[in-house]
């Protein structure tokens, strides 16, 4: 087997908030001056922390995190359009939402996949979208119930990571950040065991290594996501191939939120 672990020490954890369809600009101001409020420039220096709103509340979010002079938080979007202008009604393109400020863009997450049409095709080209740009993707995988319990996880997740991620150089790869989602894990309080989100995340870290050799494959970040809260996030930390959470319902609680970027080991 490959020896893609060895950039574990030098992966900085990465903990984002997806709000979904959750919080009008209104109260997400609210939201991320409470969590401002909450964290240190000591939980900064251990863990990115990022906050996904919706569209309508990015450049409100913006505005509050460019008016605090040590808020270490990243603004992130959670879709982006794979053209950057044209008669596309409806959609957002990656140029304006780095024009906003965005850092980071959710690629191809899986109520997406489920309800609304994304596609490992339309995955890559957004990835290219939002590396164009100049902005880091976070590329969604996981696997259904089903296809967990045919025992076809580490086959669905590689399948999903090479025909969304093929056609990229090891260059850009090593730009993008992913996030293991277990689709029976998400919004139904049943987290996946930190050992079997452990193994499944080293699955994909050796299907990035098939993609862009071991060296750049042990520096990318893959997060663990679905029904992380700050009892559970200490133990999905302390395994060695989870790099950081995708937090969506927890988010939601700038207290709640602010403990499981503040997490403790078990
Ligand atoms: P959840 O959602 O934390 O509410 O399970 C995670 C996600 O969908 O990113």
Request: net charge negative; aromatic share 4%.
């Amino acid at each position: 087997m490959a020896d893609v672990s060895a950039g574990q020490n030098t992966r900085k954890p990465i903990i984002a908030g997806n709000w979904k369809m959750h919080l009008t600009h209104v109260e997400a101001i609210r939201a991320v001056e409470e969590l401002l409020d909450r964290l240190r420039p000591a939980d900064y220096g251990r863990s990115e922390v990022v906050v996904c709103p919706p569209f309508t509340a990015l450049r409100s979010v913006q505005m509050v995190l460019a008016s605090h002079e040590d808020a270490g938080v990243a603004l992130g979007a959670q879709d982006v359009h794979w053209e950057s202008a044209g008669a596309w009604t409806g959609e957002v393109s990656a140029p304006m939402l780095a024009r906003l400020g965005v850092v980071y863009v959710i690629v191809g997450h899986s109520e997406r996949r489920q309800h609304l049409g994304e596609t490992d095709e339309t995955v890559s080209r957004k990835v290219a979208a939002v590396l164009a740009a100049g902005m880091t993707p976070i590329v969604c995988v996981g696997e259904a119930l089903e296809e967990r319990e045919s025992g076809r996880t580490e086959e669905r997740v590689s399948e999903q990571v090479h025909r969304g991620l093929g056609s990229f150089s090891p260059a850009e790869l090593s730009r993008c950040v992913l996030a293991y989602e277990p689709i029976w894990a998400i919004g139904t309080g049943r987290n996946a065991s930190p050992e079997d989100a452990d193994a499944t995340i080293g699955s994909i870290r050796q299907a990035l290594a098939r993609l862009a050799g071991d060296e750049t494959a042990g520096t990318m970040r893959i997060q663990y996501g679905g029904s992380v809260k700050s009892g559970n996030i200490g133990a999905l930390m302390a395994m060695p191939e989870i790099d950081g959470a995708l937090v969506g319902g927890a988010s939601l609680d700038p207290v709640e939120f602010a403990r499981i970027v503040r997490y403790q080991a078990p």
